[in-house]
């Protein structure tokens, strides 16, 4: 059952960075995540309406806390998407993607430790720490002894930092939520509380990212475009990103080592990368991957 486990989450390591290709290669827009995240919702709904209001209208209904923290994690995950699509549309897969990845495992280490909620009291999750910012700082270089500020203070970097503090708030946000409805709907699984809250979720990030897209004209045209030109991808981008998180809970269902699922999640870091220098023909100097080499390290020591 183990080795099934780590089958399942490679898939779904494979799985992350394959939505976030077809983001790049498609229409790197908000406009696009948005028509992905509706789809993967309006999947996702025949399932959980049938299967979870019943339990709702038999309980309490929510809580303050948890209406919190879904509207806190669907504007999370509007600022996730829209820095991804920004980040890409600005520059190289390969840069954007490690980067918007590794980043937020830095920031809820800092405000866990900020926050008293977590103290790194492993000598081994410091050295990962170490090697994720070294490998953040080398990723953007083109040779080891440029260091240049220009290098970082470009529109991809920080887009790729705005995805990933989004990533970092919603993170904090689902951990809230998870707990909240497994205390009011004990007679649910672990799996099926999971399941729940990514169609809570998913709906409240497309309201959101509707209203942004519908502020702007410019991404209305584009929705409007994509709507005709790019459906089939969109589909498929949102399959992949609901087949994403279910394939890994599922993993969670048959080992209890977690550690290990979370750190197999991480492979995604150095696919993304392969596949933006591979499809994309970005460049790949040895600064490029010693730099993924070092995050993905990092990452996988730091967890």
């Given at each position: ?28 827009t908000p406009a696009f995540f948005l028509l992905a995240f509706l789809c993967s919702t309006a999947v996702l709904t025949p399932i959980a ?255």
């Amino acid at each position: 059952m183990v080795w099934l486990a780590v089958i399942l989450v490679v898939c779904s390591a494979v799985l992350h960075a394959s939505w976030n290709l077809f983001g790049k290669k498609v229409s790197p827009t908000p406009a696009f995540f948005l028509l992905a995240f509706l789809c993967s919702t309006a999947v996702l709904t025949p399932i959980a309406l049938p299967l979870f209001m019943p339990v709702v209208m038999h309980n309490s209904g929510f809580t303050l806390l948890l209406w919190s923290a879904i509207l806190i994690a669907g504007i999370a995950q509007m600022v996730y998407c829209n820095g991804l699509a920004y980040a890409y549309a600005a520059g190289d897969m390969s840069q954007a993607y490690p980067l918007a990845r590794a980043a937020p495992v830095l920031f809820v280490v800092i405000f866990s430790f900020w926050w008293g909620i977590e103290t790194l009291d492993s000598w081994i999750a410091i050295v990962g720490i170490g090697l994720l910012i070294v490998g953040c700082f080398i990723l953007p270089m083109r040779h080891l002894k440029d260091f240049r500020w220009v290098n970082y203070l470009n529109r991809t970097s920080a887009y790729a930092l705005m995805a990933a503090l989004g990533t970092t708030v919603y993170t904090f946000a689902d951990k809230a939520a998870l707990t909240e409805l497994a205390q009011l709907y004990p007679e649910l699984s672990g799996f099926e509380v999971a399941l729940f809250y990514i169609w809570l979720e998913g709906v409240s990030a497309c309201v959101f990212m509707g209203l942004y897209v519908a502020l702007k004209p410019i991404e209305t045209q584009q929705l409007k475009s994509l709507a005709h030109t790019s459906l089939k991808w969109a589909v498929i981008t949102g399959l992949a990103v609901n087949a994403t998180y279910v394939l890994v809970l599922w993993a969670m269902q048959m080992t209890d080592n977690v550690s290990l699922i979370v750190a197999l999640r991480q492979l995604s870091i150095p696919i993304g990368a392969i596949l933006g220098i591979w499809v994309f023909r970005e460049p790949a100097g040895v600064t490029r991957w010693l730099g993924i080499f070092l995050i993905t390290l990092g990452v996988m020591l730091a967890l």
